[in-house]
């Protein structure tokens, strides 16, 4: 049911695998285990990963770390990693003036996400004007995301391909 693919080839000696996705985190994660008879191993952390469920695609990210044993011709191996948008929470917002003047909500995400090729998926979202949106020294894009999303009442999470969608926050009612 479950193919990985790492850097478009497939892995035939799948054993295991385990997908945890949700709308509670930015990123979703996996962990696959394989086994390989004498085959050279052609990938290495960072390299890119999709995963289809039946035909379709269900996730894409990359490596995070590979462990594995030897035992004369078999290497087990097991291979973790995350979707794309955990590239967020590791790394530091950078915008050439460090503030965004006059611009609106949806410019401000897409900017952000550039560096990474990540694009967003507005669905629902209202696109207020910023007279002036700064980015904190040393602040993540996760941070400044979370920022956004926060004041505007949206939720992110990310869809199979790895995009970051944004869609409005439920609103529970109190009995």
């Known amino acids: 049911m479950f193919e990985v693919f790492i850097n478009n080839k497939k892995i ?10 949700s709308f ?56 973790g990693g995350r979707s794309r948008p955990a590239l967020l929470v590791d790394s530091t917002a950078i915008y050439k003036t460090g503030a965004f003047y006059k611009q609106n909500f949806k410019f401000i995400v897409s900017e952000l996400l550039a560096p990474f090729g990540i694009d967003p998926v507005f669905n629902k979202v209202k696109n207020k004007t910023y007279d002036k949106f ?19 009442g949206l939720i992110m999470y990310s869809n199979f391909n790895g995009d970051l969608v944004l869609i409005p926050a439920p609103i529970l009612k109190t009995l």
Not at 69 to 77: A, K
């Open 24 to 79: 509670k985190e930015i990123a979703d994660s996996f962990t696959a285990a394989a086994v390989f008879l004498g085959e050279k191993l052609n990938f290495d952390p960072g390299d890119i990963v999709r995963i289809n469920y039946k035909n379709k695609l269900f996730f894409t990210g990359y490596i995070d770390f590979i462990n594995g044993s030897i035992s004369g011709s078999q290497r087990n191996i097991n291979i």
């Open 134 to 152: 700064t980015i904190e020294q040393g602040e993540t894009v996760f941070s400044v995301l979370d920022r956004l999303t926060a004041e505007n």
């Open 12 to 21: 035939n000696s799948l054993i295991d695998i385990k997908i945890r996705k």
